[in-house]
């Protein structure tokens, strides 16, 4: 496959994927939103990727490229069928721009914290092999309200009721982050807004347990990055 990665922060990139389609011959190309850079046709790509990143879906006026970036999603899936991967940030304007509603979050998650499997979740393609309950590294502070139309929720927590979605057969999408390498943490906490975030969630100290907590489950972490990458591939090959 060769898959357009849509990036808006320079350090929150595909992670540990990387490394899988790396192995398994597959190749994608990366755009920064952030720095200006424009997204090419999709007819060129076999999948679209859309990543996370310090901005809201709402704050078009100080990120203009937001506007289009929503535009190219709906267009990408709703339109040509792509198949389509949101972490995060892309999570939540996959759900946008198809017509649902992304507000700040009640509760900020900042951390690592449980992520329940709904039903469907638990017994459809995506999350297969993942545990019911899993450990996830959280860092955002909005959250899907309502979903688009069509779309079931793959996975809840207390705070975040749409941890994980999808959409049609094509479309997946994650609000945490499991494609946390060694280095994650320390590349996201020097991004002012996550800087921000973390203090404000955790307090002064927090830094220091938050980064404990990921070290402490980088390597369930990878075994379910690449259950999901594997899962994830299985959706694209069975549907035409």
């Known amino acids: 496959m060769h898959i357009l990665v849509l990036q808006h922060e320079e350090v929150e990139h595909p992670g540990i994927f990387r490394s ?14 952030n720095a200006g850079e424009t997204i090419p046709p999709i007819d060129g790509f076999d999948a679209l990727w859309v990543m996370g990143g310090p901005m809201d879906v709402w704050q078009e006026d100080e990120y203009p490229w937001l506007k289009d970036e929503k535009a190219y999603i709906k267009h990408a899936v709703e339109e040509k069928g792509t198949h389509y991967l949101g972490l995060c940030l892309g999570h939540q304007l996959l759900a946008e721009a198809l017509g649902g509603t992304v507000k700040p979050s009640t509760t900020p998650e900042i951390g690592v914290m449980n992520v329940q499997l709904t039903e469907v979740g638990a017994t459809g393609v995506l999350l297969d092999g993942l545990p019911e309950n ?43 982050h499991i494609e946390v390498e060694s280095d994650t943490f320390d590349n996201w906490k020097d991004i002012p807004a996550y800087s921000q975030a973390l203090k404000d969630a955790l307090g002064a100290d927090g830094e220091s347990q938050f980064a404990s907590d990921v070290n402490d489950n980088l390597q369930q972490f990878a075994t379910m990055a690449e259950r999901l990458y594997i899962n994830w591939m299985q959706t694209t090959a069975h549907v035409t």
Do not use: K
């Open 20 to 33: 899988f389609l790396e192995d398994d011959g597959h190749t994608w190309q990366a755009i920064h939103l």
């Open 134 to 176: 899993l450990p996830a590294l959280q860092w955002h502070s909005a959250e899907i309200t309502q979903m688009p139309a069509g779309a079931e929720c793959l996975a809840t927590s207390p705070a975040c009721a749409v941890q994980a979605m999808s959409w049609g057969p094509r479309a997946y999408s994650l609000q945490f």
